[in-house]
């Protein structure tokens, strides 16, 4: 049997292996730590559960509209309006299958055989694997700790072909945390414009997870020529600790948002009818439980990165966003346990793993394989436990 061209050229999403591979070993009886997951650990709030079966119990479990209920698409464009300062109309919004799923289908609606995609480093593990299964190819753009993990504007021009068919940016970052400012994005701006034919694909997922007081700005609130050719990408996953219930949004221009929601008819029919129930509380309800999630995102933060940085040849930077720490361990590459080199990311993991039993995901599926990613969206005590296993860990090595 021969697979699809289009199966054969994507990876499997690292992320989601050492997770599997994690809980694998649990179920063998292993006490891992988890510092993989990019979930928040906390419950969906209570208002919003409650959305969800208030709609069961009224029967809202048939087929929605495929891009979305009227009243969460308004919902949208009102949070759109309010929290970015874009103008959407309903019609240029439409509800996906989770904000995984908004940038596939954005991916797949811009990029024909042979386009190339700008994608910076570290970037998210499925935006490569998303460029390839369209047929496109994926251009890395390598940054630098100098630069805070950053695309800047030469490195963004340098990197621009007649075949560029889009840009994408991801902030608040997952893995680094990083956040680009009002200045940072406004400076790409010129570069976008001088080149047209360049879209742009903007997840913000992580909006409202911010600490420091960092600001998050949309790149498409900056210009009107940047807004018509952006992609605005979000979801609820993230900020009201909803990852299973499979909500994320897009908005822009009308011609794209009508391609993809041709694309999602074809895929799914429509988000899950309850969950957009769900969703319509989230966006439009009660917010408190956000801000405590920060709070408690914020103590775990300083407390690792603290600790990270006390580790003999570990460089870690402080995130303003999200809930990663993206730490330098290449100063271990090349050492040995049990006569096994540590020559990447990838194998400091493995030991991590199967002989420290803490699970962290290697930074080269980031395209950064200097750095290793762990979450603190899990408790303080889980977190006291997996660095205390990595301090020891580290200490076999020679």
């Known amino acids: 049997m021969s697979l699809s061209k289009c199966v054969q050229r994507i990876e499997e999403s690292i992320t989601l292996a050492i997770t599997a591979k994690a809980s694998a070993m ?30 069961i119990n009224a029967g809202m479990t048939k087929y929605t509209p495929s891009s979305g209920t009227p009243a969460l698409r308004k919902a949208i464009v009102e949070k759109f309006k309010k929290d970015n300062g874009l103008e959407y109309k309903p019609a240029e919004v439409m509800v996906n299958c989770g904000a995984k799923h908004s940038v596939f289908l954005a991916v797949m609606a ?13 970037y998210w593990v499925s935006y490569p694997e998303m460029v390839k299964c369209a047929g496109g190819a994926p251009v890395v753009i390598e940054t630098s700790a100098a630069e805070e993990l950053k695309l800047t504007p030469a490195k963004l021009a340098k990197a621009i072909t007649p075949k560029t068919k889009a840009l994408i940016l991801n902030s608040p970052s997952n893995p680094s945390g990083m956040v680009y400012t ?7 701006v010129p570069v976008l414009k001088a080149h047209p034919q360049v879209w742009v694909i903007s997840d913000e ?45 897009a908005a822009g221009p009308l011609t794209i948002i009508k391609g993809m929601g041709n694309l999602q008819s074809q895929e799914t029919s429509n988000p899950t009818s309850i969950s957009q129930a769900a969703t319509l509380e989230a966006l439009t309800g009660p917010q408190d439980s956000v801000a405590k999630m920060v709070v408690a995102f914020d103590e775990r933060r300083k407390y690792m990165v603290g600790r990270l ?34 020559s990447g990311s990838v194998e400091l993991c493995n030991f991590l793993l199967e002989e420290m039993k803490v699970a962290a995901v290697p930074g080269g599926g980031f395209g950064a394989d200097k750095h290793l990613r762990f979450s ?18 580290l200490k076999k090595l020679s």
């Not at 042979?114 to 570290?122: A, N």
């Not at 009002?182 to 400076?187: D, N, P």
């Not at 960092?214 to 952006?230: N, P, Q, Y």
Request: charged share 25%.
């Open 26 to 55: 649990k179920a063998e009886g292993h006490d891992v730590v988890g510092l993989s997951a990019g979930e928040p650990d906390f419950d969906t709030p209570e208002n919003i559960k409650q959305a969800a079966i208030k709609a």
């Open 110 to 122: 811009l990029v024909d055989p042979g386009d190339e995609v700008l994608i910076p480093t570290p």
């Open 182 to 188: 009002r200045a940072e994005l406004q400076a790409l």
């Open 205 to 249: 997922i992580y909006e409202k997870l911010l600490y420091d007081g960092a600001e998050h700005v949309s790149i498409a609130s900056l210009d009107a020529d940047i807004f018509k050719r952006t992609i605005t990408i979000n979801g609820v996953s993230k900020s009201y600790s909803m990852t299973g219930w499979r909500i994320g949004y």
């Open 309 to 342: 940085n006390a580790i003999p040849g570990v460089k870690c930077s402080t995130p303003k966003g999200a809930f990663y720490v993206f730490p330098d361990f290449s100063s271990y590459y090349g050492k040995k346990f049990n006569g096994k080199v540590i």
């Open 376 to 393: 603190y969206a899990c408790s303080m005590e889980t977190i006291k436990k997996a660095l205390d296993r990595i301090e020891e860990g």
